[in-house]
């Protein structure tokens, strides 16, 4: 995790409690369990952070629906194949009026395989992939983009593509 992505969580730290998921939980490189309330850490394989070994497009399915007060995820969602489905699932187990943060490799960062290396968004345009739904906060620094949303509204990815720009070579 990068020292900006570290920064940002922390200005949500009063607003991140109750039960917290962290999707993408594998310790690589610093954890948001280091920095926020996590009370259980998925990843799709174990290692250091990992509570439970689970696909991040079965989160509803494992958890169940609006089961968590917050979703938290630094680093992960450019390594998922699917992810709208993996949105929609955190989404899905994300509590009305909970609150998501989520971080991500952007444009400008070169391509690392850990294991793939699928998306990237301008921050215009990942702002919007979460509709009419609050902004709490956002950030585009260095290697890194992130948001802090409110649920208050479903999650319409539909109209969007499966693939977004993947990262510089």
Not at 87 to 94: A, P
Not at 129 to 134: A, D, P, R, S, T
């Amino acid at each position: 995790m990068h020292a900006a992505d570290s920064t940002f969580a922390k200005k949500f730290l009063p607003i991140i409690s109750g039960r917290v998921l962290d999707v993408g939980s594998f310790d690589v490189n610093g954890a948001l369990r280091d920095t926020l309330p996590v009370t259980v850490g998925i990843d799709m394989q174990p290692g250091p952070g990992v509570d439970e070994v689970v696909n991040s497009s079965d989160l509803v399915a494992h958890f169940g629906a609006e089961s968590f007060d917050a979703v938290v995820s630094s680093g992960t969602l450019e390594h998922i194949e699917d992810w709208k489905a993996a949105m929609e699932n955190m989404w899905g187990v994300l509590k009305p009026n909970g609150v998501l943060l989520l971080s991500m490799a952007c444009q400008r960062k070169t391509y690392h395989g850990y294991p793939h290396d699928y998306h990237r968004w301008p921050m215009d345009r990942f702002c919007k992939l979460f509709g009419e739904n609050v902004l709490l906060g956002k950030f585009d620094e260095g290697p890194s983009i992130g948001v802090c949303v409110r649920k208050v509204h479903p999650l319409d990815l539909t109209h969007l593509p499966d693939k977004v720009t993947g990262g510089k070579r």
